[in-house]
């Protein structure tokens, strides 16, 4: 970022006290990149839910609607970005789809990235961990007026009622995607065969931009990172918030963006396992306290990533 750029997100995602998800997870990644972040915690709970207890309060949409217009009465409502994660309430979600429409009239550049949480598959089966009366609104509403957005497989096939077995499938949804709306598509995880064998996670990433002469040129790739033998929490609000920074930074370029969220994203899952089991202590599996992300010291890596994983262009 130039040193007098000023780039403003607003981010309406959850809060926890302790630990590493949604706005905490996004939060300081951004700062460390040199954006500045507005935040709206749509949730303040303890913890995240994934521990054996957990308290806190929820944020209606009412409640939103209301801190949006003290923003807009001060007039400092205007966004580069908005970024929004995991929502359970879909007049919540209708209030951002409003807010994002409106940040839009008063700057037509505003890039909304969307991780559209609705849920994911164990063991081959697709779960959905939001109440399913959020997938109309997701799919006509919200992507529509989204311009990044970072579905699992699951969620892609949700968006689209396409079933993905092989990598040709998925790059006809990441199009059907594109013809919904948003000229970025990253599918975060599936389960497709990767190249390199059963120990990597496939990610594929798609950019559709129109020329001046309303030809599309579409660039397709494809990433394969070492599998981790630890379920995470916060890692999809992380990856998304990183993909926003990169894709500001390499707007035409989506193979680099990839390829430095990525290798952040790895670079942080990895330190994060080593301490956990250190603190475990040798043959217990870490707890949800021990396998909270290391952001902060990840610092460098974040800031400036080695590129650990490359992206093939497909």
């Given at each position: 970022m130039e040193e007098n750029e000023e780039c403003r997100v607003l981010s309406i995602q959850s809060h926890v006290v302790r630990g590493y998800v949604g706005n905490k997870a996004a939060t300081f990644p951004l700062q460390v990149l040199g954006f500045e972040i507005d935040t709206v915690n749509s949730v303040q709970f303890s913890n995240h839910t994934g521990y054996d207890h957990w308290k806190g309060q929820v944020l209606n949409s009412d409640e939103l609607h209301e801190l949006y217009e003290g923003l807009k009465l001060n007039n400092v409502n205007h966004y580069d970005y908005v970024l929004t994660g995991y929502t359970r309430d879909k007049s919540f979600l209708a209030m951002v789809v409003d807010i994002v429409q409106e940040l839009k009239q008063q700057n037509s550049n505003l890039v909304y990235v969307c991780d559209p949480v609705m849920g994911d598959k164990w063991s081959g089966e697709g779960y959905m961990y939001v109440p399913k009366d959020l997938l109309p609104v997701y799919k006509n509403m919200v992507v529509p007026v989204a311009d990044i957005i970072t579905p699992n497989q699951f969620e892609a096939e949700l968006l689209t009622d396409r079933k993905i077995h092989t990598e040709k499938e998925a790059i006809e949804v990441m199009d059907m995607l594109h013809n919904m709306g948003p000229e970025t598509v990253v599918i975060?995880?599936?389960?497709?065969?990767?190249?390199?064998?059963?120990?990597?996670?496939?990610?594929?990433?798609?950019?559709?931009?129109?020329?001046?002469?309303?030809?599309?040129v579409t660039q397709r790739i494809r990433m394969e990172s070492p599998k981790v033998d630890a379920v995470f929490v916060g890692t999809?609000?992380?990856?998304?918030?990183?993909?926003?920074?990169?894709?500001?930074?390499?707007?035409?370029?989506?193979?680099?963006?990839?390829?430095?969220?990525?290798?952040?994203?790895?670079?942080?899952?990895?330190?994060?396992?080593?301490?956990?089991?250190?603190?475990?202590?040798?043959?217990?599996?870490?707890?949800?306290?021990?396998?909270?992300?290391?952001?902060?010291?990840?610092?460098?890596?974040?800031?400036n990533p080695e590129i650990i994983i490359k992206a093939t262009v497909l």
């Open positions: 975060t995880s599936s389960d497709l065969q990767a190249p390199s064998g059963d120990d990597y996670l496939i990610a594929l990433g798609s950019h559709r931009k129109t020329a001046a002469d309303g030809t599309t999809g609000d992380l990856f998304a918030a990183m993909l926003l920074a990169w894709t500001h930074k390499h707007p035409d370029n989506l193979k680099v963006a990839c390829e430095k969220t990525v290798s952040a994203m790895q670079h942080v899952l990895q330190r994060t396992i080593t301490c956990a089991k250190a603190q475990a202590g040798e043959g217990n599996k870490p707890n949800s306290a021990q396998l909270e992300l290391r952001m902060v010291q990840s610092k460098k890596d974040i800031e």
